[in-house]
């Protein structure tokens, strides 16, 4: 007996964003092509082609796939009976082909012969759309040997529709050249920040702050599903007239317990433990490649894993066209980073310290600053960023003093040529809060803060020029337009202010 829910068409969901464009494009595909539809859970992809056959009525037939259909015999009989709610005299040989266990390649031969023979007997330019919904579920060989020997000879009376998690063994490359491909990707789909708004006033409030929309849509990147449990978080225990209340929620949002119930339910618990581990230790770094994988977890193979990653669709984003450098979705990412028995935090210690060893060895001196900074590791800290306060080209001080202000200041030795440099920070600071009340004009230069720290050391003009490898005529010129910004005459007023301006910090 075969569960009869299986063939029905989703019902549209009250207030859901119509996807307009993407309709559009739809509607455009003709008989003998295939639509594949392929995103993250969560993306919206039944929606969409719900909202389609809802909007431009037409025959079709549905399939919604589940684990059971992953049988070459099972997922034909239904396949056959979804079919036959819209064209009743269509497989009635293939199916009794099907429940004499006859060879798949007849049961397919005898289903293309019934829709070819009522491609010749349809008068109508209309093609009629069988969808095949969560064809993820689908990983058996000769099923999928056989889906293909279906597909290359698909008439053109009909117009297959795939939506899945993942990336199909459709041979899409060979599909892609001869023109019977139409894809629909996770960047297609994922909401727009006007889609945003939309969605959010309409399940929410039609007075949601605009702001609130804003941060929003950027911490959930356009994801529909994060976008919709953001919308549950809000219309729990929120006043739904108090724009003041939405306000302060909004600005607390990061990873809702919903969101991250989701995707554990979703999309990790269902993964090999060797995948799990692989995301939740190269979810520590902001971005990631194959050497850096390969280095941190001593395997050889993480270019194919990440491309299986990809093709999987686990909220990972190419950062290049090369397919060399990658991230996590920002909220995939938080998910990672939560308390996990599957790893100590003790190894995610030994993680990142080999992560930031190799960012270092290969010159990617930010990520690996970031990386250690942001896992408290100080004494890797602090060492990065004394080689780059020692000329290393393309830093300035105010980059290294930005990391630096994330460092406690207990942590940074005494001796530490970084002392200098916070307390040129200091002087910036200070400089910046009371420009007003000393009278400065304008804002310093990174050279002339320099010199103002310089100067309220003490040091002669020649140990200045000495420490700073410049002319003594250049910093000549540096200190007469340091003196007309600090609205001074002479060394002894600009050593006093600097000095107040410092010990005021």
């Known amino acids: 007996m075969l569960l009869k829910t299986r063939f029905y068409l989703p019902p549209l ?33 039944t929606t969409l082609v719900s909202q389609w056959l809802h909007k431009y009525p037409q025959s079709f037939c549905w399939l919604t796939l589940g684990n ?32 004499e266990s006859a060879a798949l390649d007849s049961i397919v031969i005898s289903l293309l012969n019934d829709l070819d023979e ?8 209309d093609a009629i759309t069988i969808v095949l919904d969560d064809f993820h579920y689908l990983q058996d060989q000769e099923l999928l040997r056989i889906l293909n020997l279906f ?20 041979s899409a490359p060979k599909r892609r050249a001869n ?26 409030s039609d007075a ?31 006043a739904i007239n108090d724009p003041d209340e939405m306000v302060t929620s909004a600005e607390h949002l990061t990873l809702d317990r919903n969101i991250s119930d989701y995707l554990f339910d979703e999309v990790f618990e269902s993964l090999d433990k060797e995948v799990q581990v692989f995301l939740l230790v190269m979810s520590r770094s902001k971005r990631f490649c194959a050497g850096l994988c390969n280095r941190v977890l001593a395997r050889e193979d993480s270019y194919k894993l990440i491309e299986q990653l990809e093709k999987a669709n686990l909220f990972i984003i190419p ?26 935090s003790k190894n995610i210690s030994l993680y990142v310290k080999a992560s930031v060893a190799w960012l270092e060895e290969y010159s990617h001196t930010e990520d690996a600053i970031e990386l250690s900074i942001s896992h408290s590791l100080w004494r890797d800290s602090i060492r990065l960023l004394e080689q780059l306060s020692q000329g290393t080209e393309g830093y300035s001080t105010t980059s290294i003093t930005n990391w630096l202000q994330q460092v406690p200041s207990d942590e940074i030795p005494k001796d530490s040529c970084l002392t200098a440099i916070h307390e040129l920070k200091r002087v910036h600071n200070q ?23 310089l100067i309220s050391q003490g040091l002669s003009n020649q140990e200045i020029v000495d420490q700073l490898f410049i002319s003594l005529n250049t910093l000549k010129v540096h200190i007469r337009n340091l003196y007309g910004k600090m609205g001074v005459e002479t060394r002894r007023e600009a050593m006093v202010k600097a000095r107040t301006i410092t010990e005021n910090v």
């Not at 859901?16 to 969560?42: C, T």
Request: aromatic share 10%; hydrophobic share 35%.
């Open 68 to 99: 059971e259909h992953n049988s070459p015999s099972v997922f034909w009989q239904y396949a056959i009976t979804a079919i036959q709610q819209t064209l009743p005299s269509v497989g009635i040989e293939a199916s009794s082909l099907v429940s």
């Open 431 to 453: 400089i910046t809060k009371t420009n007003s009340e000393t009278g400065l004009v304008e804002v310093l230069t990174k050279r002339e803060e320099q010199v103002l720290l």
């Open 118 to 125: 009522l491609c010749v007997m349809n008068h109508s330019d």
């Open 151 to 170: 597909l290359d000879h698909l008439p053109p009376s009909i117009r297959m529709v795939f939506t899945s998690r993942t990336e199909p063994a459709i």
């Open 179 to 204: 023109a019977q491909l139409f894809e629909v990707t996770q960047e297609n789909l994922r909401f727009t920040e006007s889609e945003t708004e939309t969605f959010l006033r309409g399940q929410v």
């Open 319 to 344: 950062l290049d066209n090369h397919r060399t450098w990658y991230r996590f979705h920002d909220l995939f990412r938080q998910f990672l980073w939560q308390p996990t028995n599957l790893i100590s």
């Open 208 to 238: 949601f702050p605009i702001d609130q929309v804003k941060k929003i849509y950027k911490s959930t990147e356009g994801w529909v599903t994060g976008i919709q449990l953001s919308a549950l978080s809000f219309n729990r225990g929120i």
């Open 13 to 45: 969901r009250k207030n859901s964003v119509d996807r307009q464009k993407l309709i559009g494009q739809l509607e455009q595909v003709s008989g003998g092509q295939v639509v594949l539809i392929s995103a993250p859970a969560g993306y919206g992809k």
